[in-house]
């Protein structure tokens, strides 16, 4: 599918981009590549490929769920300006 000077002209003006004359051509014709690319591709038989999820048979690596820093919400809440019920307290900013 080979796009038209036109229908650049179009999509440039739809996305307000101005685009001179020259680089109008340029653009229609990287993107008619594209799309005979995209045609080829979708002319390619897939029937007997299996679906893949990711092309790797890897794992990923997790760390241990472990603690590894100690409750300090005591301390912090100790500095805070205003504190309820173990909560941080802040102006309404939303009426």
Do not use: C, N, W
Not at 7 to 25: F, G, P, Q, Y
Not at 68 to 94: F, H, M, N
């Amino acid at each position: 599918m080979a796009l038209a000077l036109s229908d650049v002209e179009k999509i440039a003006h739809l996305a307000r981009l101005h685009i001179s004359t020259e680089d109008a051509e340029e653009v229609a014709r990287r993107i008619s590549s594209i799309l005979e690319l995209i045609d080829q591709m979708q002319g390619v038989d897939t029937t007997s490929v299996a679906p893949l999820a990711h092309p790797f048979d890897a794992v990923q690596r997790l760390r241990p769920d472990e603690v590894t820093e100690s409750d300090q919400r005591d301390y912090l809440q100790k500095i805070a300006p205003a504190t309820q019920d173990g909560l941080y307290l802040v102006p309404k900013v939303i009426e």
